[in-house]
């Protein structure tokens, strides 16, 4: 199986659930649409659009992972995130070219040369809005985890008009490269590089620049005042870390100090995305690991509505 790790951590103990979309005859913004959308320069991505109602909220998965991140839950009876959203407003989610799905399926989306950097990552989910109808018009609200918090902050700076409101799901800060001593960014920068068994299997295997990438960050313009809501974890890495371990989906050589290097950080580097805009809203009690979306999908979906009510309000605070 290749792994998927999402930003720093693996994912652990997961049901796959998966949202019953299929494409429509009537064009655009129908109700459920399922399939390849093509962007030019003969590429196409796979997108996946459900609900009814603006704004669009636009799922953006974290490293490795596809659409299907955004149906799975650890819980079999709960509601995903993507069915929750789509109760209340259009929702959609999509495949980046080299991700994952559940079940060991690969990427939807056509292939790209890698690694890439978040740069990449904007200019196709950029291409892909504006290539689609199913999506309907922007301005969005991007609801983006881990890495995908990188891909719609640098979206929001880059193309302000196009973003309404942000959800940042224990999302990566560039921080950590300041934050962490050296030799344990170096160990980051390991633990997120695919092993060459994964890449003898998949050479298509979704990489990133992260040193380029955070710098593409540093250099964005500033996000505009805009309704935000943080999700943060609460639960210790360095204990998901030992199981990733014991389990074969993390190596067996991570230094021991990794672990609770990132758990004495990661208060700092979550407080920091809080700051982004005035009046954000910051969720630190979620009862929950890396990936919220995942173990408390309705964290996301209640985040996700907050933002959502504050653009039909007009407000730029949730």
């Not at 959308?37 to 799922?59: K, M, Q």
């Not at 100090?257 to 407080?271: C, E, M, N, R, S």
């Amino acid at each position: 199986m290749w792994p998927r790790l999402s930003g720093w951590l693996p994912t652990l103990g997961v049901v796959v659930l998966v949202a019953a979309c299929g494409a429509s005859d009537d064009g655009n913004m129908s109700e459920n649409f399922a399939g390849t959308v093509d962007i030019g320069g003969g590429r196409n991505i796979y997108l996946e659009c459900a609900g009814t109602g603006t704004p669009t909220v636009v799922f953006v998965s974290g490293l490795r992972f596809g659409a299907d991140q955004w149906t799975t839950t650890a819980d079999p009876a709960a509601t995903s995130a993507f069915d929750g959203v789509a109760e209340f407003t259009r929702v959609c989610s999509y495949d980046r070219p080299g991700v994952v799905l559940g079940g060991d399926a690969l990427s939807r989306s056509d292939p790209v040369p890698q690694p890439i950097t978040t740069t990449d990552a904007v200019a196709d989910l950029q291409s892909l809005l504006g290539a689609t109808g199913e999506a309907g018009p922007g301005p969005y609200v991007l609801a983006a985890h881990s890495y995908g918090g990188q891909i719609a902050r640098l979206f929001a700076g880059t193309h302000p008009d196009e973003v309404a409101g942000m959800v940042l799901i224990d999302a990566q800060s560039e921080e950590l490269q300041t934050l962490l001593p050296p030799e344990q960014f170096e160990e980051f920068l390991r633990l997120n590089t695919p092993q060459q068994d994964s890449l003898d299997e998949y050479p298509d295997l979704e990489r990133v620049d992260f040193v380029r990438s955070f710098d593409e960050i540093r250099a964005a313009e500033p996000i505009r005042p805009q309704p935000l809501v943080v999700l943060s974890a609460d639960r210790s890495v360095a204990p998901q870390i030992a199981e990733g371990i014991a389990n074969g989906s993390l190596p067996a050589d991570i230094d021991p100090g990794y672990g609770p290097a990132l758990d004495a950080v990661q208060p700092k580097a979550q407080a920091d995305l809080a700051q982004l805009v005035p009046g954000a809203t910051h969720v630190t009690n979620t009862n929950s690991g890396h990936n919220i979306n995942i173990e408390q999908p309705q964290l996301v979906i209640d985040g996700v509505r907050d933002v959502v009510d504050a653009v039909r309000d007009g407000r730029t605070e949730p």
